[in-house]
C-alpha cells in the first residue's frame, strides 16, 4: 500500500495531471499560455483548505523593478538543491522558457531587456486583486503575510511604518509573523500591535527577563470544516542581525523544542492542519522541517526565494514566495481526519501592467503617500547602470553605496552590509529620492568613519562569511556577504570558519592589506548603539548630485571558489 508520504511525493511530480494550476512541468506549460489576469489567476479549485502567502514587502505599495540574484550558493548538504540554483540553471530545472514572462520574474539573464518588455512587477493594490480573486472562489482563504512588511521605504521610514499597516490592513491579512519590523523599535511595535485587527505571531519570542512567550504562538481557525494551525515563527537572530538596543527586553532563536512543543499543542487541541507562518529563511526551515514532526506547510520568507514549485522535506511543504510584491502564492489543500491528504499549489507572478489594480486600495496607496509627494518624485541624478542588490557578493546598488563613502567619507575601504531589501533601476533610469531610499530607509542609517586594522577587516569578513556559509543552516544567520569599495579578497565557501578569506588586497594599489596596518574604513548601518554620522541616505544623495549621471563598474574584485 502506498504510504502518506509516498502519495505526497507523487502530487509533487503529477504534472501531466495539474499543470499550472499544480506543480511540477510549470514553466513550459506557462509558457504557452498569453499574459491575461485571467492566465496569471487560473486556478482550479481543489480540497477544502486554501492560502494566500505573501512575505518581504518591504513598504513596496507600488509596481518595482527587482532583479533575482545572480548568485545564490547552498553548502554541505544543500549545495545545487532550490533555492540555489540560479539562471540558466533554474530555468532548466523548472523547464521554463528562455525569455518568457517568468523567466524574467524568476532569473536574471537579460532582465533589462526583458524588463522593457513585461515592465514592472508588484504593486499592492494589485495583489489586493489577486487576493480578492482568491477569496471570492474561497471565501475563507488564509491571507498569511511571512513578515519584513513596514520597513524598506522613504514614507514607512517617515511614518514610522504607518502607512505600510494602513494599506495591509486593507488586505485584510489573517496573521503575520516578523523581522525588520521590530527595528522600528519596542514600542512603536507594542503601539501597532495593539491596534492590528490580526494576530502578530511569534512562537519564537520571550520575554528575556521572565523566560516566557512575549507573543502569541499561533491561532487557530476554521476553515473548509477543517481546524487550522498558524503558527507564527520570527525571525530567530534579530539581536545579532540587527540592534539589540531597539528591542532590550526580548530574546529570539530558532527554538526548535519550543516549536514541536507547539506544534503538539495545536495537535492535542485539535489541529487537522499545522502551517507555520516563518521567517526563518529557506535553508532554516528546511532543517527544521526535517527535525520537527508534524507540521504540514511551512510558509517560508526572510531570504526572498521565489519557487515555482513547492520543496517537500518527509511530509512537509515548503512555500517560497519572493519578495517585494512581486509574487503571491495560492495553496489549496485537502484535509482530511486530521491530515493533509493532496495539494495544489501555483506561485503567482504580479506582472503590474497585465494585473488590474484595485481602485479602493490604489487610491489608499496615492493617499498615504500624497504628503511626502515631491521628496519622493525629486530627480538626483540618472544611472548609466543596472543598479541592483541581489546576490551573495555583488549588488551595483551597494558599489555605488561605497564608493560614495569612500569619496565623501575620504576612506580607503567602505563596507555596505548585505541586505537583501532594495528593488532594481534600469540604464538611463532617473534616480529619485524615492529609489534611494527603498535601498537605504531604515532606522539605524548613520554613516559612520573610523579606523580598523586589516587583522580586524580580516576577522569582520570571515564573521560574516559564517554568517552566510556555515554548513549548518541554523548557524546562518540571514543577509548576504558584506560589500567591499577599495578592497577585494578571495573566498573559498567550503573552507571553516576563519580560513575563508585570503588574498584581501587594496584595488587602487595592488598591495596586500596589512594585518598590522590601521586604514580608514567608511560604513553604515552598524548595529551600535551611538553610531555618528550622517544618514546614509543624505550622504549618498550628495554625492549623485555631484555626479549626474552614475556609472558602476563591473565589480570583479571578490573571487570565489569551493561552491
Not at 149 to 171: F, P, Y
Not at 500 to 524: C, F, H, Q, S
Request: include cysteine; charge should be negative; proline fraction near 5%.
Amino acid at each position: 500500500m502506498i504510504s502518506r508520504r509516498d502519495f505526497l511525493q507523487a502530487t509533487v511530480a503529477a504534472s501531466a495531471l495539474w499543470g499550472a494550476s499544480g506543480v511540477g512541468n510549470w514553466g513550459r506549460l506557462a509558457a504557452q499560455q498569453a499574459l491575461t489576469q485571467d492566465k496569471l489567476l487560473e486556478f482550479e479549485d481543489y480540497g477544502n483548505v486554501t492560502l494566500i502567502h505573501i512575505t518581504d514587502i518591504h513598504a513596496q505599495m507600488k509596481p518595482i523593478w527587482f532583479r533575482e540574484p545572480e548568485i545564490n550558493l547552498g553548502v554541505g548538504e544543500v549545495n545545487g538543491l532550490p533555492p540555489h540554483v540560479t539562471g540558466a540553471d533554474f530555468l532548466k530545472l523548472f523547464n521554463i522558457e528562455t525569455g518568457s514572462p517568468h523567466a524574467y520574474a524568476l532569473t536574471y539573464p537579460d532582465f533589462e531587456a526583458l524588463a522593457k518588455g513585461y515592465g514592472r512587477m508588484g504593486g499592492l493594490d494589485r495583489c489586493k486583486t489577486v487576493i480578492k480573486a482568491i477569496r471570492a472562489a474561497r471565501p475563507d482563504a488564509l491571507l498569511l503575510d511571512g513578515g519584513d512588511t513596514w520597513q524598506g521605504s522613504l514614507t514607512a521610514e517617515r511614518t514610522k511604518g504607518q502607512d505600510m499597516v494602513n494599506v495591509m490592513n486593507a488586505l485584510k491579512p489573517d496573521a503575520m509573523t516578523s523581522h525588520w519590523e521590530f527595528t522600528l523599535g519596542i514600542d512603536r511595535v507594542t503601539e501597532i500591535v495593539e491596534g492590528l485587527d490580526f494576530p502578530f505571531l511569534g512562537a519564537n519570542i520571550f520575554d528575556a527577563e521572565w523566560d516566557e512567550p512575549a507573543y502569541e504562538p499561533y491561532k487557530m481557525f476554521e476553515v473548509g470544516g477543517a481546524q487550522v494551525a498558524v503558527i507564527g515563527q520570527a525571525f530567530p537572530y534579530l539581536p545579532i542581525a540587527n540592534p539589540k538596543w531597539m528591542f532590550p527586553n526580548l530574546s529570539f532563536g530558532v527554538r526548535e523544542e519550543r516549536m514541536a512543543e507547539v506544534v503538539q499543542e495545536v495537535r492535542d487541541a485539535g489541529a487537522d492542519l499545522v502551517v507555520v507562518l516563518s521567517h526563518n529563511g529557506f535553508d532554516v526551515d528546511r532543517k527544521m522541517a526535517g527535525k520537527v514532526e508534524g507540521i504540514d506547510v511551512i510558509l517560508t520568507g526572510h531570504t526572498h526565494d521565489a519557487l515555482p514549485e513547492p520543496v517537500m522535506v518527509g511530509q512537509t511543504l515548503l512555500i517560497a514566495s519572493g519578495s517585494n510584491g512581486k509574487f503571491i502564492s495560492r495553496v489549496d489543500l485537502d484535509v482530511q481526519n486530521g491530515q493533509m491528504m493532496g495539494f495544489r499549489h501555483k506561485l503567482i507572478p504580479i506582472f503590474s501592467d497585465v494585473i488590474e489594480p484595485d481602485a479602493e486600495v490604489a487610491a489608499l496607496i496615492d493617499a498615504e503617500r500624497e504628503p511626502f509627494k515631491a521628496d519622493l518624485e525629486e530627480v538626483l541624478g540618472t544611472t548609466d547602470s543596472l543598479l541592483y542588490r541581489r546576490g551573495n557578493f555583488n549588488g551595483t546598488w551597494d558599489d555605488l553605496i561605497c564608493n560614495a563613502l569612500i569619496d565623501e567619507h575620504q576612506a580607503d575601504i567602505a563596507l555596505s552590509p548585505g541586505f537583501r531589501w532594495g528593488p532594481s533601476l534600469l540604464p538611463g533610469d532617473s534616480i529619485t529620492r524615492e529609489d534611494l531610499h527603498n535601498a537605504t530607509a531604515m532606522s539605524y542609517p548613520a554613516a559612520y568613519r573610523s579606523e580598523m586594522t586589516g587583522e580586524t577587516l580580516h576577522t569582520i569578513l570571515e564573521d560574516v562569511a559564517d554568517n552566510l556559509f556555515n554548513p549548518d543552516p541554523y548557524y546562518q544567520q540571514g543577509g548576504d556577504m558584506v560589500r567591499v569599495g577599495g578592497m577585494g579578497y578571495h573566498i573559498d565557501v567550503s573552507k571553516p570558519q576563519g580560513s575563508r578569506i585570503t588574498n584581501m588586497t587594496m584595488l587602487k594599489t595592488g598591495e596586500a592589506v596589512d594585518p598590522a596596518k590601521t586604514y580608514v574604513v567608511a560604513g553604515w548601518a552598524s548595529v551600535n548603539e551611538g553610531t555618528e554620522g550622517p544618514a546614509i541616505w543624505d550622504l549618498v544623495e550628495g554625492w549623485i548630485k555631484k555626479q549626474g549621471t552614475v556609472t558602476v563598474d563591473p565589480n570583479t574584485s571578490v573571487q570565489v571558489t569551493g561552491a
